[in-house]
């Protein structure tokens, strides 16, 4: 007889997976360096001009005064390029992109897996996709 899961159960290893994932070294390294952004004050200052000038141009935006929205729009491209020119910021969102091809990764290989389980159990062709009723019916159609 088959084994069968309810919906808690396999939460439950989505959650152990999800544990195993936060003690990788690319998410040891994304809190390593959230941490030092955090305690780096040259960055929390340069964040705390940024949230201001932001502010700024909401206000500008909702009162129509465009040529001030221009001017501090200009001003906060230039924050934000200072504070990506830091190595530690730099360093922070490459982490990012690791984690996250991290996070897609473990979630294709779960779909892909389920996939080929569905087929597998059906009796069909994992290498043409095809699953057991779609093997005895004569293969797969495109509808494209």
Do not use: W
Not at 105 to 111: C, E
Not at 134 to 140: A, C
């Amino acid at each position: 007889m088959e084994q069968r899961y309810t919906k808690k159960e396999i939460i439950a290893k989505a959650k152990d997976l999800a544990t195993m994932i936060t003690e990788t070294e690319e998410v040891d390294f994304f809190k390593r360096a959230e941490a030092q952004i955090q305690e780096n004050q040259k960055i929390r200052e340069k964040m705390a001009s940024l949230r201001s000038l932001q502010k700024q141009a909401v206000n500008f935006q909702h009162y129509g005064k465009h040529e001030a929205l221009k001017m501090i729009e200009a001003k906060i491209e230039k924050v934000e390029a200072e504070i990506n020119d830091i190595p530690i910021v730099q360093e922070f969102k490459q982490s990012q992109v690791e984690v996250n091809e991290l996070l897609q990764m473990v979630a294709n290989t779960v779909s892909n897996a389920v996939t080929d389980e569905i087929i597998r159990q059906t009796g069909g062709d994992i290498l043409k996709g095809e699953t057991g009723a779609q093997v005895r019916k004569g293969g797969s159609r495109s509808c494209s």
